[in-house]
Structures are given as structure tokens and as C-alpha cells.
């Protein structure tokens, strides 16, 4: 179990097959949550919908269960430091401002 943020509403969460049960892994999902938010300026007070962090951020979580399920290192370079910030993955280098 972990604590929900109170931005996301609070509380703990217990979900078996999500990164609630990593707290190091849960936090890589929050660090590109945080990104593609501030990237496109997403205010949920103001009404903007938050669906795009939310779909961004839950491909860490899945290339970085993979990584741990299957023994693969997908997620070895995150965040990778040496792009220019547009995409925090690095899956498609250069495309990320295009999508």
C-alpha cells in the first residue's frame, strides 16, 4: 500500500497489478505523470482533461514491469538525460513533439 496523492484524491492504493505495490516504480509513473502535465500546461482546476499524462505515464509502468518480469532493460535509460526533454522515455527519439 501506498499514499495516494491528494491531487489524485488521497487515500491508499492496493491495486495487485498496477505500480502501487512499487513505491520506487510508482514514482516513475508520478515523475511522467508530472512531465507531460507541465509539458502541455495540463491544469485540471481549469477544467484541462488530464488523459494524455495518464496514458504517457502508464508506459513506464508497463516497459518497466516488463523489464522486471521478463528480464528485458527497456526502461535501463529512464529518464534519459541526454534528449531534449521531449520525451522522458527516449522511445522514439526526435517524434515526441509531433505527437
Do not use: C
Not at 47 to 68: E, M
Amino acid at each position: 500500500m501506498i499514499q495516494n496523492s491528494v491531487a489524485e484524491g488521497g487515500g491508499m492504493l492496493t491495486v495487485a497489478n498496477s505500480p502501487n505495490n512499487d513505491p520506487a516504480q510508482y514514482a516513475l509513473v508520478e515523475a511522467e505523470y508530472d512531465f507531460w502535465s507541465a509539458y502541455y500546461g495540463i491544469d485540471k482546476l481549469a477544467g484541462d482533461s488530464d488523459w494524455y499524462a495518464r496514458l504517457k505515464s502508464a508506459a513506464i509502468s508497463i516497459v518497466r514491469g516488463h523489464d522486471r518480469q521478463h528480464g528485458t532493460n527497456f526502461a535501463a535509460n529512464y529518464p534519459n538525460d541526454g534528449n531534449d526533454g521531449a520525451n522522458p522515455l527516449d522511445l522514439f527519439p526526435g517524434q515526441a513533439k509531433d505527437l
